[in-house]
Structure formats: structure tokens, C-alpha cells
């Protein structure tokens, strides 16, 4: 494991665990309690609060004043597995469906925004944008695709904005990212079996940019882009209980993850209602394979991945329903970047239907409570893959499925 004395940001990294609430692949978008109500629809226009420096920091400048905003969101989620035909070495694998393999999980998200002198502001958040987690039983068919894939990436974004015009605002940030990973499954030699695990971690940096711009009162429009990021996690391999392929090595490991483009719009109709858009385009294409690199160069392990590049759309609206309850809700669109050749346990996502309400209350002038639910309706997909030098043959559906997420959280200005 990767051992950089960073105690602070590892503890960090440690307390925001990854979920199963995520958006297409493995990216994590609950980072707002405020804009999941809306399905995340107008999250890089709407500044409701220090969160927008997330889905665009040039939200930074247009806030009213410095604040904190904070929330935690968590998962509840339903999956039905089945065997179509898994087999080792030509005869049936066996084992059980291990149903509903989503472990519960925290997702935590923090933000602070203060203006330092006229028109420039300084902010800096802490969030979760890329997280996996699943659990099989350890006997179950698939056990020698995956048993337990755990990834954790914790995102430090320091950022500023700057408002040269009323109209107008800019903003950059750094993305500093803490990746800490660990995979297992079943190895087999063809007579015995037992544990295999890959594990570790690495820090690396990213760098995100925005614009949002309001050309009339009521209307605006946001811009934002967060670059890829590349990490080459640095760990140990480990295989127990298979003779000739016991192992115990250091080893590495790329994990590619893609860049973000967003566009946003939130346009006020009435003093009332608030009409709100987003649609995001994900370079997923950059997640090729993951490929463990032993210390003395040779290849551990090789899965193919071949994401694709995917969008998700957005559409939802905002109900002043006086001067201190505000009803939000929409509706979002997520396409999944899996392939159907190469769709794996580790990650057997599908394309989303999104469906969220949430309430903002004021609990007093400077205090706001938000809260949401998001029901994600996931697309049926198969699984057809082949691992343990070609000896297992895991044929896989998994029904359509459903997560549901609540968040709840404080936004407070001084």
C-alpha cells in the first residue's frame, strides 16, 4: 500500500466510504443535498449554497455571502441475481445467487465559501466523486469474477471565483484525490481454490474550471469541465490456499477516471417556480482495462473494461412555497458506460431512470435544513465473461433493480 505521510487526508479519505448510490460506471454525484431534489438538474447554475463549487466553481461568486454547507447521503438498494449457466473447467460451478449486494455505506460532503475582497471569492470542499462497493457470498457462482470490490476516491478541491461583471462570474480549482482500492475473488488451480486480493492507493491531481453567466435577471447559465485524473495505485497482490499460484508481491496499477463536462441552466419563470436543466458529457473512454503490474514488471492480472463515453440529462424544477419552504423535484436520465461483452460483477451497472423530490426548510435567516430522495431505476443486464485463466465461464443477470438514497444536510451563512 502506498504509505505518503498525508495522516489528515487519509483519515479523510478513510471516514467518506464509497456506496452504491452511484451515477453510471462508478462516479458518485450525491454531492449536494440541495441539487439532488432536482435530480441534480441546474446544479452547476443554481447557487443555492457553497455546494455548487462542485458541479461548478464559478458558482463561487455568486453566492450572497460566506457559508458552510454540509451533508451526508446513504444508500438503501435491491438487486436479484442469476445463474445462466456459470461453469468451471465444463461443469457447473455451483453456488448461490447472492442477492442484493450492496454493503450500507456514509457518504459524507463538506464545502466553506467566503469572498476575500470585492468580487473574489475563495472556497474549498471535500467530497466522494468516484466510489464502488460490493459484497457477494463467498461461494456464490461468481466468485471467480468477484467476491468484495471496495474503491474510495476522496476529492480536496480548493478553488476561487472571480465576478469582473455583475453578470458574470469564473472559476478555477485544484483536485487533489486520495484512490484507495481493494479487490477480491476466488483463484483456482483446477483442484484447489482460495482467496485472491488486490489492494492499493496512491494520491494524484486534477484540476476543474467553470463559468456561469446571467445575461437577463431569472437566467443562467453554467459551464464546467473536471479533467481527468489519473492514478497509479501501489499495493500488494496477494493469492492464498492455490498451489503454484500462491502469491505475496508488491504490484500497481492505473485507475483512469474520466473528465466531466457539464452544462447547466436555471431560469426563473414565475417569483415562484424556477425551471431547471443540466446534461453532462463523461470521457469514460479512458477506463480501458485494469492491469496489475507485479514490481519486477511482469502482468499479475489483466481484466478488460473498454468503457464507453456516456451523457445523462437532467430536467427538474424549484416551488417557492413561501419564504421559507422550497419544494424541489425532477427527473434525470444516466446512460451506463458498460459494454455488454465486457460488463463484469465488479461493476454490472445499466442505464438509470432517476426519479427525486426533496425540501428545502429555513430554520432560522441564516440556517437552512435541505433533504432529498432519489430513486434510481436500474436497466436488467447480462454478464458474460471469462477469468481464472479461461477456466470459469460466468453467464450472469442481474433484474432490473432499484437504489434508493436520502440525503439530509445543513447549509448555514455568516
Not at 424544477?317 to 444516466?334: I, K, P, S, V
Not at 453467464?395 to 438514497?405: A, F, G, M
Request: with cysteine.
Amino acid at each position: 500500500m502506498c504509505r505518503k505521510p498525508a495522516f489528515l487526508f487519509a483519515i479523510l479519505a478513510c471516514c467518506i466510504a464509497a456506496h452504491n448510490a452511484r451515477a453510471g460506471g462508478f462516479y458518485l454525484q450525491e454531492q449536494s443535498d440541495a441539487a439532488m431534489g432536482s435530480a441534480y438538474a441546474g446544479a452547476g447554475a443554481a447557487a443555492r449554497d457553497a455546494s455548487i463549487m462542485y458541479y461548478n466553481p464559478a458558482g463561487l461568486a455568486m453566492l450572497d455571502r460566506a457559508q458552510i454547507a454540509a451533508g451526508v447521503s446513504t444508500p438503501a438498494g435491491w438487486a436479484d441475481n442469476t445463474d445462466t449457466g456459470s461453469a468451471f473447467a465444463g461443469a457447473p460451478v455451483g453456488g448461490g445467487d447472492s442477492d442484493d449486494p450492496m454493503p450500507f455505506s456514509v457518504l459524507p460532503h463538506g464545502y466553506a465559501a467566503a469572498p476575500v475582497m470585492d468580487g473574489l471569492w475563495l472556497g474549498i470542499g471535500i467530497s466522494a466523486p468516484f466510489g464502488l462497493a460490493t459484497k457477494y457470498d463467498g461461494g456464490w457462482y461468481g466468485r471467480f469474477d468477484s467476491v468484495k470490490s471496495v474503491l474510495k476516491v476522496t476529492d480536496i478541491q480548493p478553488g476561487a471565483a472571480w465576478r469582473p461583471v455583475d453578470w458574470l462570474s469564473l472559476g478555477a480549482g485544484l483536485d487533489i484525490q486520495y484512490a484507495d482500492a481493494a479487490l477480491t475473488n476466488v483463484a483456482s488451480n483446477g483442484t484447489s481454490a482460495g482467496p485472491a486480493k488486490i489492494e492499493g492507493s496512491d494520491w494524484s491531481t486534477g484540476y476543474n474550471l467553470g463559468l456561469l453567466a446571467e445575461p437577463r435577471k431569472g437566467t443562467r447559465l453554467g459551464l464546467a469541465y473536471r479533467s481527468p485524473v489519473t492514478h497509479t495505485l501501489d499495493g500488494t497482490i496477494t493469492v492464498t490456499g492455490v498451489p503454484g499460484f500462491n502469491e505475496n508481491s508488491g504490484g500497481t496499477a492505473k485507475l483512469h477516471l474520466p473528465g466531466i463536462a457539464g452544462l447547466s441552466l436555471a431560469q426563473e419563470i414565475t417569483p415562484r417556480w424556477t425551471v431547471l436543466a443540466q446534461a453532462n458529457r463523461f470521457s469514460w473512454n479512458r477506463f480501458e482495462d485494469i492491469t496489475v503490474i507485479r514490481d519486477n514488471g511482469t502482468v499479475a492480472k489483466s481484466t478488460v473494461q473498454n468503457f464507453r463515453d456516456t451523457w445523462s440529462f437532467a430536467l427538474g424544477a424549484e416551488y417557492r412555497w413561501d419564504g421559507r419552504t422550497t419544494l424541489r423535484f425532477g427527473y434525470q436520465y444516466d446512460q451506463t458506460p458498460t459494454r455488454d461483452e465486457f460488463r463484469d460483477t465488479r461493476i454490472p451497472d445499466g442505464d438509470r431512470n432517476n426519479l427525486a423530490a426533496g425540501v428545502g426548510y429555513a430554520l432560522s435567516p441564516n440556517l437552512t435544513l435541505n433533504a432529498a430522495a432519489m430513486l434510481a431505476l436500474i436497466k436488467s443486464e447480462d454478464m458474460n465473461v471469462r477469468r481464472n485463466a479461461n477456466l470459469a465461464v460466468i453467464h450472469s443477470e442481474r433484474d432490473d433493480s432499484e437504489v434508493l438514497v436520502g440525503t439530509v444536510g445543513l447549509a448555514y451563512k455568516f
